[in-house]
């Protein structure tokens, strides 16, 4: 049986910090650019097709904290990735207005839409929007340390599934958030990530089923050379597979539409 793994990438320069004290995020957010030239170098050398939910903000000019066209262009420049949608300004949709959230689905457009937060409402707006597919969110809550921490110390297998038609659109749920070494988490030692990944790949694989890994660039900012090494060997442990003929590597467009037909 085929399984399929599905990165999804959420991308907000500081727009994901903007109701929060984002200080400390000032000096992470310097290291993006950088962090996702990496990322997608990654990408072409093990030939890897991405899905990038894009803040529509990022598409407007203004200073580098706020504002990335060129991130845009370098992740288009490559061919193989999607751009998603991450909503226009990153607000917490189920906390705005329905009017509000008609214009936070205006832009930018795109076949895929990445709640923020994944805080998921208005799903009737979405599909009106023009969207046809989302992000559902994990089957814990993987905001919360202590469940991340749980998870990768027992290597508890992350939640693989099928996409789900919804309303008219195919959830695609996220299986497994790549955890940032940020304050206590910078104790997590090397490999449990990839060792849940693993899991995750092959549950995927013996399932038949999707496993969805997902996670914003600036999670690398900390304990960078440590997080790539580890996540490059998800990359070449998800190849390997692909290499064998039992997994398929998907965008979340290319998912659903493999799944409407
Ligand atoms: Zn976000």
């Known amino acids: 049986m085929n399984g399929t793994f599905c990165i999804s ?15 400390k995020f000032i000096e992470r ?3 993006e650019r950088d962090i ?8 072409s050398k ?4 991405t899905t990038w939910a894009i803040v529509g903000k990022l598409y407007e000019k ?8 060129d991130i845009v262009e370098m992740i288009k420049k490559k061919r193989i990735h999607e751009l998603a949608s991450h909503s226009y300004s990153h607000e917490d949709f189920t906390k705005i207005s329905r009017k509000k959230a008609k214009q936070e689905f205006k832009k930018p457009r795109a076949f895929s839409f990445i709640f923020p937060r994944n805080h998921i409402a208005y799903l009737d707006l979405l599909k009106k929007s023009g969207f046809k597919a989302y992000r559902g969110p994990d089957e814990t809550n993987t905001t919360k340390h202590i469940i991340q921490l749980i998870n990768l110390l027992l290597n508890i297998p992350p939640r693989t599934s099928n996409p789900i038609k919804d309303k008219g659109l195919i959830n695609i749920p996220g299986s497994m958030y790549f955890v940032s070494a940020r304050g206590v988490r910078k104790y997590i030692p090397y490999g449990l990530r990839l060792r849940r990944a693993k899991s995750g790949i092959d549950k995927a694989i013996s399932k038949g089923q999707i496993f969805h890994l997902w996670f914003h660039p600036v999670d690398f900012a900390d304990n960078e050379k440590s997080l790539f090494r580890e996540f490059e060997n998800i990359l070449k442990y998800a190849k390997s597979k692909r290499d064998k003929n039992l997994l398929e590597i998907k965008t979340m467009s290319q998912i659903a539409r493999g799944f409407s037909k």
């Open 29 to 31: 957010t310097k290291k």
């Open 36 to 43: 996702i030239k990496k990322l997608l170098s990654l990408f």
């Open 9 to 23: 990438i959420d991308t907000e320069l500081l727009w994901g910090r903007k109701d929060l004290d984002y200080s």
């Open 46 to 49: 093990y030939n890897i097709n």
């Open 62 to 69: 203004g200073d580098e904290f706020w504002c990335g066209k």
